[in-house]
């Protein structure tokens, strides 16, 4: 950021950035706010920060991206540094004081422009700018080659293989029902949920198959500001949706991944109808469903005693639609099942979203503040358990609860399901004595 | 003082209303156009349901979970625009007047009536300023604008009210009755009190882009 500030900043493209985004809803949005500061109760950085009124929605925008355009573009390079602050820093891009506005003001919008304008300027927190690189590299954020990436998935079905009886994990299989579409850190450090996803599938006897390229659904270049990456990462999956032919793509227990596919994408693309071009689905529906109907049966005496809690990701909830799903599936699996206040659509973010949890330690800190409103909505319900059906509020509440001394797991839909699934006798792992008798007998 | 008595009540107040009405035709006219060339993709989520649903309940007392986290002050805001609206439509004055020059004219309330509600909308008022004045987090977005805004939107009130009772000079309170009004009114397409027609625009579009789309209730 250092040499940044010293750099000129180009106008121009600033302004055919505010020029290119100057639309109906912008303008109007920008010209009725009434600053009423009814925004300012629904906002968690404002709520952790003692009410401090810079926290406030209206506030963020009104001096950001409001600025620019009172401006018209003409800004200096503090003037974007003080923005970066506010709209990296002091925003998670939630959604959740539109909401809570009167006017319905989309401000999550609104501050994710006035990011396309500072990232114009390579003014952008650097743990974003480097998964930009990666996606531009490799088209997933964490640089991975598709040579590594396919070997962690044999490597994976070999070794998933050996407890569960004829488990594969297909790649790149045409008409699939599901193309399964994973966040770049679970093939880089986490293969054991895609492992636990196969044994989801094989279970149900799923028509799944994971894609060779298009396999991370993650896109960090929506929250860097950089649209037209954002659409091209989107663009991979769907590209490679349609080349399979398969029938949904299946988005990973991650939250802004499918705000991405599902909702964000074709706008990124310019899509005429505002609807991608293959259906996109999500594991806790998808996982629910599974549970629900009986594709997969949990033992009742492998289900969660203990208190468990459930993580409404917004990107899931309030941005996805699923609050039920995930409640319902959380029924299913938990026996003490205690709500969180406010949730649902109205859920807190934990202050991971938006970008916030791969922008790195220089926001750590502040993360771990405006964590605070979801730290303690997690200790008045008492739970043991928290279940987050999303990476990066998986990893915030892991770092609240160390922060806070919560005393909680966290833990996702797929392990919980893994620890507690029947599994029916033909997947069952033959043990060697067994698959020689087979052999001996000359069977199949 | 006749003479401006007269050129405000008749050559003006036509101007006035050319502008009110023109200037929110030509406001919502301009914006259409541009969000059919912007905004396209999002006519595609359109939802009436939704749509319906996030307006009206809005305009219902604490009809959003917003609202009914802040009882005090939504209750103060509706009774605040009730008043605003109810009292020059359905003032017995008025509607004189407008009989007499359009032949039609809705049905009035009461002089005591309305006298009791300008007290009341005043009150509301003070509260609204006062509330801009000591919240923090109000505060910091207020701009001299806001404040001018409030007082000129009371200001017609306050002048009618101290002409209903003759306090005052009689005919100057009536002047500047008509006149801040008139100023009032010609403001309004221009400015965030265009609020009074966006305000069903913006919140059809939030409601179905969170609703049709995602089930999600912005109330």
């Known amino acids: 950021m250092s040499e940044e500030l010293e750099k000129p900043v180009n106008t121009k493209k600033i302004k055919e950035i505010l020029s290119a985004n100057d639309s109906a809803r912008i303008k109007t949005w920008l010209s009725i706010c009434a600053r009423c500061g009814l925004c300012a109760e629904s906002c968690f950085f404002y709520l952790a920060n003692n009410r401090d009124p810079k926290m406030s929605p209206a506030y963020k925008f009104k001096n950001t991206l409001g600025e620019m355009y009172r401006r018209k573009g003409e800004v200096d390079r503090a003037f974007l540094r003080k923005c970066y602050d506010m709209i990296w820093g002091e925003c998670t891009t939630c959604k959740r004081c539109s909401m809570f506005c009167p006017f319905g003001i989309d401000i999550s919008t609104m501050i994710a422009t006035a990011r396309a304008v500072c990232n114009s300027q390579g003014i952008v927190p650097e743990g974003l700018a480097r998964t930009s690189a990666n996606y531009r590299e490799t088209g997933n954020q964490m640089g991975m080659a598709t040579e590594d990436f396919i070997e962690t998935c044999s490597w994976m079905e070999e070794e998933t293989g050996e407890e569960m009886a004829g488990l594969t994990i297909p790649i790149d299989k045409p008409g699939a029902k599901y193309m399964y579409t994973v966040n770049a850190r679970e093939p880089m450090y986490y293969p054991q949920d895609i492992a636990m996803a196969a044994k989801i599938f094989t279970v149900a006897e799923e028509d799944w198959t994971m894609p060779s390229f298009g396999w991370d659904c993650t896109n960090l270049a929506m929250f860097a500001g950089d649209r037209a990456l954002a659409g091209q990462v989107v663009k991979n999956v769907y590209d490679k949706a349609i080349e399979l032919g398969v029938q949904n793509i299946l988005i990973t227990e991650c939250g802004h991944a499918y705000r991405s596919a599902k909702y964000e994408g074709p706008y990124f693309l310019g899509y005429q109808d505002g609807k991608p071009p293959v259906n996109v689905v999500h594991s806790v529906k998808v996982f629910y469903e599974y549970v629900r109907d009986g594709r997969i049966k949990i033992d009742p005496d492998k289900m969660i005693e203990g208190p468990v809690t459930y993580q409404d990701p917004c990107n899931v909830s309030r941005n996805g639609g699923l609050w039920e799903e995930g409640r319902a599936l959380t029924r299913l699996l938990c026996k003490d099942f205690r709500d969180m206040s406010p949730n649902k659509d109205l859920n807190h973010c934990c202050g991971g979203g938006g970008g916030y949890i791969p922008m790195g330690p220089e926001f750590k800190k502040r993360r771990m503040i405006s964590g605070q409103i979801k730290a303690e909505q997690i200790r008045a319900t008492g739970a043991k358990i928290v279940i987050v059906p999303c990476h990066n509020c998986f990893d915030q509440i892991r770092d609240l609860d160390k922060e806070y001394g919560l005393g909680v797991k966290v833990m996702s839909f797929k392990e919980i399901i893994c620890e507690s699934m029947i599994v029916p006798e033909k997947f069952q792992p033959r043990d060697e004595d067994e698959e020689e008798d087979e052999a001996g007998g000359g069977g199949e | ?219």
Request: proline share 4%.
């Open chain 2, 1 to 219: 003082m006749v003479e401006l008595y007269n050129f405000l009540a008749g050559p003006a107040l036509w101007v006035t209303f050319f502008i009110f009405f023109g200037g929110l035709v030509f406001r919502i006219a301009y914006l259409y156009g541009l969000s059919r060339e912007r905004d396209r993709v999002f006519y595609n989520h359109m939802d009436a349901r939704w749509a319906f649903q996030s307006i009206v309940r809005w305009l219902i007392p604490w009809g959003s979970v917003s609202m009914r986290n802040q009882p005090v002050f939504s209750l103060v805001f509706f009774v605040f625009h009730v008043c605003l609206l109810g009292i020059p439509l359905f003032l017995y004055a008025h509607n004189l007047l407008w009989e007499e020059a359009f032949g039609v004219s809705l049905p009035s309330i009461s002089d005591g009536l309305a006298d009791n509600l300008t007290i009341v909308f005043l009150a509301c008022v003070v509260f609204l300023f006062v509330r801009r004045l000591v919240r923090p987090e109000v505060r910091i977005l207020t701009t001299a604008w806001d404040y001018a805004l409030l007082l000129l939107t009371a200001a017609p009130f306050v002048s009618g009210f101290l002409a209903y009772h003759q306090w005052g000079p009689y005919q100057l309170m009536l002047i500047l009755h008509i006149l801040t009004a008139e100023v009032l009114l010609v403001i309004i397409p221009f400015s965030k009190l265009g609020h009074i027609i966006l305000f069903f625009f913006t919140r059809a579009f939030i409601g179905f882009e969170m609703g049709a789309r995602r089930g999600a209730r912005t109330w």
